[in-house]
């Protein structure tokens, strides 16, 4: 690197942001693997020294999980999840120990198998695939390192100021880089969508992968930019380039920085039509990060996930204890709880139900319908959210309502369920508001006559554009058909939203439709109260409410309804004014 | 013995983690389950055959099971296919 300066190297971005900092390199850890000949009368002790490592690692990546689930979502510990699976591997296994049988050392072994595996994966022609065999060399690594003992470079004397560059980081690297605050990263290897990359997308640390050399190239200590929008990182920049960068960086700051002072600004257009922003949630740990967002409510708790992990259906006890963590620290902000919206295959996989295989789910006996068919399920669930509706402040939603007769049963059981718990002298809030979701597109044909007995509707816009369209959502073969701005769907949405204003009840929209700023101006202009979105969208959308004149939308949605050709939607839509 | 030809109908096909649910599910059984696609042969309990028989969207795989519990092991596996593994 001798006085060579502003050394481009070119990779793949794998998360966004700029960073300028200091070079901290974690050596590849390099083993001695020599191949040792072992007597027979000890080949059962060194099968055994392999087997202790593979536990150490095992004990290793379960704490890694734990931590993973602390500061990310489970979605990335299923990362690690799927390392503990290939520990757990009986043929990979057998294929070692049927080495160390035959006189060969456990690290050679290890060696050996690792090798043949990662082979097999190279052979393979889709990338995705193919990049998986990074799972299976940092597991192997990891093994090896607890046979030899040899410890890795501790990522300890990192600081905020650094950039790690590595051959590869492993996700436990990259979590604890992440308990560290660093500025980004850097790899050798790696594509857009090996592990490493998502898990930087998850923490927003900016970060280049792929660079094939970078880590034989740097030096710790090294000045470097690190440029995750581009894909590229320059080495050693002259004062020049990282004043320009600094300039970027201040840019992108000074956009993120603004997003986050709209957290307590209210969601009001620029003529003073306001709105409310609420976020969906799946799960009780999100509920700081959604404050943290600035959402006043949540507009869809869906509550599928507490049946998801779990083995059997979940009791009353499992219901309640999830809803008053969520509804005590959202207070007293509203949530919106949504009953199960499950179909009865999941169940029936789960082995509580017998039913029979449904050729089509999205039309089968789902949500309310198998709700109603197997009261107990929900009889449960609405005692969890009765009784913590006395803890704070709830409204109940049913899903795929799809007439009043649905409307009309299962409010019948709620009204039993609240005369048990009377008897019982258990306390909940006897205003509870009751509403639905409107995604069946009968239910919104006829919302004129629903509005009449809900206090509140959602709009569950995925389900409703997949019905309304005929389009299933998950078949690629049709996926572009799939077009909230369809002239139907534009209709389906205004006329759900005036007769509910005729009925004096609110309308809530909580499908992707809500989150997506680009929608934002049409749905104001049609009259939404409520948006309920994903926590990260809340500010995006926030600022375009801010931006834009409730006068001009309302004006520009009138016009597009007259539209039948998307063509002419499309036009409207790029005359809007974002001021 | 059961067989069963399922087409992988979730978009990025049997990756990392569907790949993980199918053999943390199938370690659930006592039955041997084996899957087919082309000529290749894996055993669905060990992680690594699955992932490399790269069944990316679309692909045809046969799963030929063994054993005492087979029917609810088949179910089990059609139940993880027909919720696309809750993409």
């Given at each position: 690197m001798?006085?060579?300066?502003?050394?481009?190297?070119?990779?793949?971005?794998?998360?966004p942001?700029?960073?300028?900092g200091?070079?901290?390199l974690l050596?590849?850890?390099?083993?001695?693997l020599?191949?040792?000949?072992?007597?027979?009368?000890i080949?059962e002790?060194?099968?055994?020294?392999?087997?202790?490592?593979?536990?150490?690692?095992?004990?290793e990546?379960?704490?890694?999980?734990?931590?993973?689930?602390?500061?990310?979502?489970k979605?990335?510990?299923?990362?690690?999840?799927?390392?503990?699976?290939?520990?757990?591997?009986?043929?990979?296994?057998?294929?070692?120990d049927?080495?160390?049988?035959?006189?060969?050392n456990?690290?050679?072994?290890?060696f050996?198998?690792?090798?043949?595996?990662?082979?097999?994966?190279?052979a393979?022609?889709?990338?995705?695939?193919r990049?998986?065999?990074?799972?299976?060399?940092?597991?192997?690594k990891?093994?090896?390192?607890?046979?030899?003992?040899?410890?890795?470079?501790?990522?300890?004397?990192l600081?905020?100021?650094?950039?790690?560059i590595?051959?590869?980081?492993?996700?436990?690297d990259?979590?604890?880089?992440r308990?560290?605050?660093?500025?980004?990263f850097?790899?050798?290897i790696?594509?857009k969508?090996s592990?490493?990359?998502?898990?930087?997308?998850?923490?927003?640390i900016?970060?280049?992968?792929?660079?094939?050399?970078i880590s034989?190239?740097?030096r710790?200590?090294?000045?470097?930019?690190?440029?995750?929008?581009?894909?590229?990182?320059?080495?050693?920049?002259?004062?020049?380039?990282?004043?320009e960068y600094?300039?970027?960086?201040?840019?992108?700051?000074?956009?993120k920085?603004?997003?986050?002072?709209?957290?307590?600004?209210?969601a009001?257009t620029?003529?003073?039509?306001?709105?409310l922003?609420?976020?969906?949630?799946?799960?009780?740990?999100?509920?700081?990060s959604?404050?943290?967002?600035?959402?006043t409510?949540?507009?869809?708790?869906r509550?599928?996930?507490i049946f998801?992990?779990?083995?059997?259906i979940?009791s009353?006890?499992?219901h309640?204890?999830?809803?008053?963590?969520?509804v005590k620290?959202?207070?007293?902000?509203p949530?919106?709880?949504?009953?199960?919206?499950?179909?009865?295959?999941?169940?029936?996989?789960?082995?509580?139900l017998n039913?029979?295989?449904?050729?089509?789910?999205?039309?089968?006996?789902?949500?309310?319908?198998?709700?109603l068919?197997?009261?107990?399920?929900?009889?449960?669930q609405?005692?969890?959210?009765?009784?913590?509706?006395a803890?704070g402040?709830?409204?109940?939603m049913?899903?795929?309502?799809?007439?009043?007769?649905?409307?009309?049963?299962?409010n019948k059981i709620?009204?039993k369920v609240?005369q048990d718990?009377?008897?019982?002298?258990?306390?909940?809030?006897?205003?509870?508001e009751?509403?639905?979701?409107?995604e069946?597109?009968?239910a919104a044909m006829?919302?004129?006559?629903?509005?009449?007995?809900?206090?509140f509707?959602?709009?569950?816009?995925?389900?409703?554009?997949?019905y309304?369209?005929?389009?299933?959502?998950?078949n690629?073969?049709?996926?572009?058909?799939?077009?909230?701005?369809?002239?139907?769907?534009l209709?389906?949405?205004?006329?759900?939203?005036d007769?509910?204003?005729?009925a004096?009840?609110?309308?809530?929209?909580?499908?992707?439709?809500?989150?997506?700023?680009?929608?934002?101006?049409?749905?104001?202009?049609f009259?939404l109260?409520?948006?309920?979105?994903?926590?990260?969208?809340?500010?995006?959308?926030?600022?375009?409410?801010r931006?834009?004149?409730?006068?001009?939308?309302k004006?520009?949605?009138?016009?597009m309804?007259?539209c039948?050709?998307?063509?002419?939607?499309?036009?409207?839509?790029?005359?809007?004014?974002?001021? | 013995?059961?067989?069963?030809?399922?087409v992988?109908?979730?978009?990025?096909g049997?990756h990392?983690r569907?790949?993980?649910?199918l053999?943390?599910?199938?370690?659930r059984y006592?039955?041997t389950?084996?899957?087919?696609?082309?000529?290749?042969?894996?055993?669905?309990?060990?992680?690594?055959?699955?992932?490399?028989?790269a069944?990316?969207?679309?692909s045809?795989?046969?799963?030929?099971?063994?054993g005492?519990?087979?029917n609810e092991?088949?179910?089990a596996?059609?139940?993880?296919?027909?919720?696309?593994?809750?993409?």
């Amino acid at each position: 690197m001798f006085n060579r300066r502003n050394i481009v190297f070119k990779g793949i971005a794998a998360s966004p942001g700029i960073a300028v900092g200091n070079v901290f390199l974690l050596e590849v850890d390099d083993f001695c693997l020599i191949h040792k000949e072992i007597p027979i009368n000890i080949r059962e002790a060194e099968k055994k020294r392999l087997n202790d490592a593979i536990e150490k690692t095992k004990a290793e990546l379960k704490i890694t999980y734990d931590k993973i689930n602390e500061v990310l979502d489970k979605n990335y510990a299923q990362i690690v999840n799927v390392h503990l699976l290939i520990l757990a591997d009986s043929s990979m296994r057998k294929d070692i120990d049927k080495l160390i049988e035959s006189g060969v050392n456990a690290e050679y072994a290890l060696f050996k198998v690792i090798d043949k595996i990662i082979r097999s994966f190279e052979a393979i022609e889709d990338d995705y695939f193919r990049e998986r065999k990074l799972d299976v060399q940092d597991v192997g690594k990891k093994i090896l390192s607890n046979l030899v003992g040899k410890q890795k470079k501790t990522i300890a004397s990192l600081d905020k100021d650094s950039i790690v560059i590595a051959h590869n980081l492993t996700p436990t690297d990259t979590v604890s880089i992440r308990e560290k605050l660093v500025k980004g990263f850097a790899t050798d290897i790696g594509g857009k969508t090996s592990h490493t990359a998502i898990i930087a997308q998850g923490l927003e640390i900016p970060s280049v992968v792929g660079l094939k050399v970078i880590s034989s190239q740097a030096r710790t200590g090294d000045v470097i930019i690190i440029n995750g929008d581009k894909g590229e990182i320059i080495l050693n920049p002259t004062p020049e380039v990282i004043a320009e960068y600094k300039r970027e960086y201040d840019i992108q700051f000074a956009k993120k920085k603004e997003l986050e002072k709209l957290k307590n600004l209210p969601a009001e257009t620029i003529d003073n039509h306001k709105v409310l922003i609420y976020a969906n949630v799946d799960n009780p740990d999100e509920v700081q990060s959604i404050l943290k967002n600035g959402a006043t409510g949540i507009g869809l708790y869906r509550t599928e996930y507490i049946f998801f992990t779990r083995k059997a259906i979940p009791s009353e006890k499992d219901h309640l204890e999830k809803y008053l963590q969520v509804v005590k620290k959202m207070s007293p902000y509203p949530t919106v709880i949504r009953t199960v919206d499950l179909g009865g295959d999941k169940l029936a996989k789960m082995g509580l139900l017998n039913i029979e295989h449904e050729e089509n789910p999205f039309l089968g006996l789902r949500a309310i319908r198998l709700c109603l068919k197997y009261p107990k399920i929900f009889i449960d669930q609405l005692r969890g959210i009765l009784k913590a509706s006395a803890y704070g402040k709830i409204r109940l939603m049913y899903p795929m309502i799809s007439g009043l007769g649905e409307l009309r049963d299962a409010n019948k059981i709620l009204e039993k369920v609240k005369q048990d718990l009377r008897k019982e002298h258990v306390e909940f809030d006897e205003d509870m508001e009751i509403g639905t979701m409107i995604e069946v597109p009968s239910a919104a044909m006829i919302i004129d006559a629903i509005a009449k007995e809900v206090d509140f509707v959602s709009i569950g816009t995925n389900d409703l554009i997949q019905y309304v369209l005929a389009i299933d959502r998950v078949n690629e073969n049709v996926a572009n058909l799939y077009d909230p701005l369809h002239p139907a769907i534009l209709r389906y949405i205004k006329k759900i939203i005036d007769e509910s204003h005729n009925a004096g009840i609110s309308v809530s929209m909580c499908g992707e439709m809500a989150g997506d700023p680009y929608y934002t101006p049409i749905l104001i202009g049609f009259g939404l109260d409520e948006f309920s979105v994903s926590s990260i969208q809340i500010s995006k959308v926030k600022k375009v409410i801010r931006s834009i004149y409730f006068a001009d939308v309302k004006r520009a949605a009138e016009e597009m309804l007259k539209c039948s050709d998307r063509n002419e939607i499309l036009k409207i839509m790029t005359t809007i004014q974002i001021h | 013995m059961k067989e069963k030809v399922i087409v992988v109908s979730n978009k990025m096909g049997l990756h990392a983690r569907p790949a993980a649910m199918l053999v943390q599910t199938m370690t659930r059984y006592q039955s041997t389950v084996k899957i087919l696609k082309d000529d290749f042969e894996v055993d669905a309990k060990n992680i690594m055959g699955v992932m490399t028989l790269a069944a990316g969207h679309g692909s045809e795989l046969k799963f030929i099971i063994n054993g005492p519990d087979e029917n609810e092991t088949l179910f089990a596996i059609e139940g993880l296919f027909k919720s696309n593994f809750s993409e």
